[in-house]
């Protein structure tokens, strides 16, 4: 027997039902971001790894640790191209924007899903391959854009019935005043360096803002009583946050000043964000993102402002159901009962009728290695346990008046079986689907 192969460790199937409820959220998301005249980009998986390393930052621990990296073979000219699997879709779109040149007649409003890849240890909430949903607004300046990207991951909550969940928001400000507080911040933690865990000596100099990000407990009291980036922030940065703050206000959604929120990656400035819960242990944070205004700059592009966040797709499922708000899964109207296999041409026809109609029909057929049809007792076995409302019976005597059968199926439909004429299935397709 050959050897049986399994998925890469961290990477899942994702199978039926499951899949119906991955479905049913995308749905939402499409329909929400149409609502809010944000359009889809989609970008290649694999990048240069030049890409990452410049826009997520070299210190940080994805692209220092994280990132699927390979030399690509030689072209015909002897050069080989490093390349990586995105770990994150921001740097991608920010590519795209600046390739392509959107921007040349004004900002854009952009929104994307699919698979992102980083090398981590799985657990709860964290895979390998992990999909993400994000929205990207570039070109707009103004808090109110921050305002209305997370009024748009709000309004997401609401559609799909969820309430567990808490906004967190900081300002980072500008670059030379994080300048500012990075080396008050560097002179407070040097006098407390004894304190400060492996992980945090290393961040000293190359990235001590994340060190205040540590979930080490023994690590708690030190940066709580570190120098805070709020404070170092002038004028124009604080007037963004307060607009952002009053137009939150505006709209009922309730927010928490967060002065330790600083984000993993080194684009970000002014608004940062993330909506967190706890009900999913140490992974929280389901969406989150913030204010870019230098990347498309250094990613080669005229500058121009940008903003945007991205949900954890798993994450969020794994919410709805601790939460109990399952979607409901996909039925079929109607279920196709054929006692005899001479039969299915004309059955197969009425069908596709029926499909072109707009009324989605599931048709028995045997299992492998079973004789005939199957009984009318298993069949109508199986219409039951698919969830259609109605059973199709293409018996002998129906088909022999040109007809078949309408069964219901389900407690609460008053209807008799009822016979529907094989030559005009579109005469009552449409009262098929708006039955009871």
């Not at 999909?131 to 921050?146: K, N, Y």
């Not at 030379?176 to 865990?197: F, G, K, P, T, W």
């Not at 945090?200 to 805070?228: E, F, W, Y």
Request: hydrophobic share 40%.
């Amino acid at each position: 027997m050959a050897e049986k192969l399994t998925a890469v460790k961290g990477m899942n199937d994702i199978l039926p039902p499951e899949s119906a409820r991955w479905e049913w959220l995308e749905e939402k998301v499409r329909s929400l971001m149409a609502r809010y005249a944000y359009r889809n980009i989609r970008t290649p998986i694999l990048e240069h790894t030049r890409l990452f390393v410049r826009s997520i930052g070299e210190v940080t621990d994805i692209v220092e640790k994280e990132m699927y990296s390979f030399e690509d073979r030689a072209d015909k000219h002897g050069d080989a191209e490093h390349l990586s699997m995105r770990p994150e879709n921001t740097a991608s779109v920010v590519r795209a924007i600046t390739e392509h040149n959107l921007l040349y007649d004004g900002g854009k409003r952009l929104y994307y899903m699919g698979p992102m890849f980083r090398r981590e240890r799985p657990q709860r909430g964290r895979y390998r391959q992990f999909h993400q949903i994000g929205a990207e607004a570039l070109g707009f300046a103004g808090p109110e854009v921050d305002a209305e990207l997370i009024l748009l991951a709000a309004a997401l909550w609401r559609e799909l019935g969820l309430s567990d969940w808490r906004l967190e928001i900081n300002s980072l400000g500008q670059p030379e005043e994080r300048a500012q507080h990075r080396a008050q911040l560097i002179a407070y933690l040097e006098q407390h360096v004894e304190q400060l865990d492996e992980e945090a000596r290393r961040r000293l100099h190359s990235n001590p803002l994340r060190i205040l990000d540590t979930k080490n407990p023994a690590m708690q009291d030190l940066v709580n009583g570190a120098p805070r980036l709020i404070d170092f922030l002038g004028t124009a940065s604080l007037a963004h946050f307060e607009g952002l703050k009053a137009m939150l206000d505006a709209n009922g959604v309730p927010w928490t000043l967060n002065p330790r929120l600083v984000r993993g990656l080194d684009y970000y400035n002014l608004s940062v964000f993330e909506f967190v819960t706890d009900r999913l242990g140490a992974q929280g944070t389901i969406c989150a993102g913030g204010r870019y205004d230098y990347l498309i700059g250094q990613m080669g592009g005229k500058a121009a402002p940008a903003v945007g966040w991205a949900l954890g797709v798993e994450r969020v499922l794994d919410l709805l159901k601790q939460q109990g708000a399952e979607p409901p899964g996909p039925v079929p109207d109607a279920y196709a009962v054929v006692p005899e296999a001479g039969a299915l041409p004309q059955v197969l026809k009425c069908l596709q009728a029926l499909r072109a109609a707009g009324v989605s029909v599931q048709m028995h057929a045997p299992a492998a290695g079973s004789e005939g049809m199957g009984s009318m007792k298993s069949q109508f076995k199986r219409a039951d346990a698919s969830g259609a409302a109605f059973a199709l019976i293409f018996g002998q005597d129906e088909l022999a008046q040109g007809c078949v059968a309408l069964k219901p199926l389900r407690a609460g439909q008053e209807q008799a079986q009822q016979l529907q004429p094989l030559a005009d299935v579109a005469a009552w397709a449409e009262r098929l689907r708006s039955l009871p």
